[in-house]
């Protein structure tokens, strides 16, 4: 009977040992993998590069891809839409990834309000936004600029932006585009509607860089607009009283002809 006992006590100690152990070692494995997970994931360092309002020449100078803060020197990967070419635009050099964003099945039967990567005439992708930000957060430090082709899918879109980011997964400048106003040589009105689209920004995600654009068009050798002093105050009395940054995106040949206009637009503020 006291060898039972002796033993039973015995076999109860090794037991609470090894649970000790087991224990111990999963605890071990849960830091470790923590760790390694921080280290290897991928993210720049200063805090005040590594926010969604951050400035891009500052966000990719912390990173060390750029030498001083002259756009000149970031490199750009554009239409990234499709899986294929999203994958294509991971595996490059380009600094800053560039892709369009409208509502599957736009104004079809078959819209279904998701937001997807494409431009138009496409409505239709093999690849959503949710898709797209997954794979270009998890796998690269790039900065993301998503243009925006139809005012439908920018409420849903921002709504995702503003989930990642409280889930702190956005740690890099998010650029907001969108052509809110009718440009050079277009004889129609295509753009996304500016009042709606500045208002969504501003109560769904006003942490993005705002890049508000012209709709334009150019033909080669045939006679061409540039932009005008009108389209440029338009410009500046929608975005300049809004608190976030602000950059425009224009067309390169039309731009040396309309410089006095944009000297004034860009001498409007600080930012």
């Given at each position: 009977?006291?060898?039972?006992?002796?033993?039973?006590?015995?076999?109860t100690?090794?037991?609470?040992?090894g649970?000790?152990?087991?224990?111990?070692?999963?605890?071990?494995?849960?830091?470790?993998?923590?760790?390694?997970?921080?280290?290897?994931?991928?993210?720049?360092?200063?805090?005040?590069?590594?926010?969604?309002?951050?400035?891009?020449?500052?966000?990719?100078?912390?990173?060390?891809?750029?030498?001083?803060?002259?756009?000149?020197?970031?490199?750009?990967?554009?239409?990234?839409?499709?899986?294929?070419?999203?994958?294509?635009?991971?595996?490059?050099?380009?600094?800053?990834?560039?892709?369009?964003?409208?509502v599957?099945?736009?104004?079809?039967?078959?819209?279904?309000?998701?937001?997807?990567?494409?431009?138009p005439?496409?409505?239709?992708?093999?690849?959503?936004?949710?898709?797209?930000?997954?794979?270009?957060?998890?796998?690269?430090?790039?900065?993301?600029?998503?243009?925006?082709?139809?005012?439908?899918?920018?409420?849903?879109?921002?709504?995702?932006?503003?989930?990642?980011?409280?889930?702190?997964?956005?740690?890099?400048?998010?650029?907001?585009?969108?052509?809110?106003?009718?440009?050079?040589?277009?004889?129609?009105?295509?753009?996304?509607?500016?009042?709606?689209?500045?208002?969504?920004?501003?109560?769904?995600?006003?942490?993005a860089?705002?890049?508000?654009?012209?709709?334009?068009?150019y033909?080669?050798?045939?006679?061409?607009?540039?932009y005008?002093?009108?389209?440029?105050?338009?410009?500046?009395?929608?975005?300049?009283?809004?608190?976030?940054?602000?950059?425009?995106?224009?067309?390169?040949?039309?731009?040396?002809?309309?410089?006095?206009?944009?000297?004034?637009?860009?001498?409007?503020?600080?930012?």
């Amino acid at each position: 009977m006291a060898c039972k006992k002796w033993c039973s006590s015995r076999q109860t100690k090794w037991a609470l040992v090894g649970s000790a152990s087991v224990v111990l070692v999963f605890a071990f494995g849960m830091v470790l993998s923590f760790v390694l997970q921080q280290r290897t994931r991928p993210g720049c360092e200063q805090e005040a590069a590594c926010r969604p309002d951050a400035d891009m020449l500052d966000y990719l100078q912390s990173l060390g891809q750029i030498s001083q803060r002259d756009g000149l020197l970031v490199t750009w990967y554009h239409a990234a839409n499709s899986q294929k070419e999203m994958g294509a635009a991971l595996s490059s050099n380009a600094m800053v990834l560039e892709a369009d964003v409208t509502v599957e099945g736009l104004n079809t039967v078959n819209e279904t309000g998701v937001p997807v990567m494409a431009h138009p005439p496409a409505v239709y992708s093999d690849n959503t936004l949710q898709q797209w930000l997954e794979a270009v957060l998890a796998s690269s430090q790039k900065g993301i600029k998503l243009d925006f082709k139809s005012l439908k899918a920018v409420g849903p879109s921002l709504a995702l932006l503003r989930r990642l980011t409280e889930d702190g997964r956005v740690r890099r400048p998010v650029w907001i585009n969108a052509d809110i106003l009718r440009g050079p040589n277009v004889p129609i009105s295509i753009e996304v509607n500016a009042t709606q689209f500045l208002a969504l920004v501003q109560e769904n995600y006003p942490e993005a860089t705002l890049s508000p654009g012209w709709t334009t068009l150019y033909v080669p050798l045939f006679p061409n607009r540039t932009y005008t002093r009108a389209m440029v105050e338009k410009m500046q009395g929608l975005v300049g009283a809004l608190p976030q940054k602000v950059t425009f995106p224009v067309r390169a040949v039309m731009v040396r002809a309309a410089w006095p206009h944009f000297s004034w637009l860009l001498g409007q503020s600080q930012r």
